[in-house]
């Protein structure tokens, strides 16, 4: 069974770029989530996305955005980036919304902003 | 004050002890508890959870719960070198798949 699937697994921007970062789900799985994990403030919640909808939102601005497909599928999108955006993004699926925490994460993806 | 607290190491312990880990919590709201596990360069992969106060046993790991005090504890007995990573507690809200996760904490297990 394949596990989450992020691409790109390495990406360098400058400031004022705009990102967009992909994850495929485990199959069958339907719930979607994205972290950022950086070495100041660690593993933080960006959002969460259940068919189609976004159902839960993490403290970060405007400029982080994501969206889910039919598919599961999700992709999340950085506008007008800056240096504290430098992290690795990490994205994680599980079958339903049952709060138990049991995500399936996967490598991620590490952005670099320069 | 974070929601979570984890002590981040770096833990460093000779192969074969025991390696202690354990976070404090302060909104009791939370109601599981979840150990993760981070090799360098992957994600997190999901070690143990635990609903209830008391101890829970897999293999050479423990988790400990103790809600009166809001502190949770992993134990990982007879410790290997492949066991060398970044553990991560992590506390989910009742509903949806929104962890919120201790700073982690670096072990080093030495052959």
Not at chain 1, 89 to 108: D, I, K, N
Not at chain 2, 46 to 71: C, H, I, P, W
Request: hydrophobic content about 30%; aromatic content about 12%; some cysteine.
């Amino acid at each position: 069974k394949a596990g989450v699937t992020q691409t790109p697994r390495y990406l360098i921007k400058t400031r004022g770029q705009q990102v967009t970062l992909s994850c495929s789900p485990i199959s069958g799985h339907r719930s979607v989530s994205w972290y950022q994990q950086t070495p100041g403030q660690g593993l933080q919640f960006l959002f969460e996305y259940f068919s189609e909808t976004q159902r839960n939102k993490g403290n970060f601005p405007g400029r982080f955005s994501g969206r889910q497909f039919s598919n599961s599928r999700s992709e999340m999108n950085v506008s007008t980036l800056e240096l504290g955006d430098s992290a690795l993004y990490l994205c994680a699926s599980s079958f339903g919304r049952v709060g138990t925490g049991e995500l399936f994460f996967g490598e991620g993806s590490r952005l670099t902003v320069l | 004050q974070k929601e979570v607290e984890q002590d981040p190491g770096p833990l460093s312990v000779p192969e074969g002890a025991i390696v202690s880990l354990n976070c404090t919590y302060s909104n009791s709201a939370f109601q599981y508890f979840m150990w993760y596990r981070q090799y360098s360069r992957k994600g997190p992969e999901l070690l143990m959870y635990t609903y209830s106060s008391g101890n829970k046993e897999d293999g050479r790991f423990t988790a400990q719960v103790d809600k009166s005090s809001k502190y949770i504890s992993l134990f990982i007995r007879d410790s290997q070198p492949s066991d060398s990573a970044t553990y991560l507690c992590a506390l989910p809200r009742a509903a949806g798949n929104k962890l919120t996760f201790g700073g982690g904490t670096r072990v080093l297990v030495k052959p």
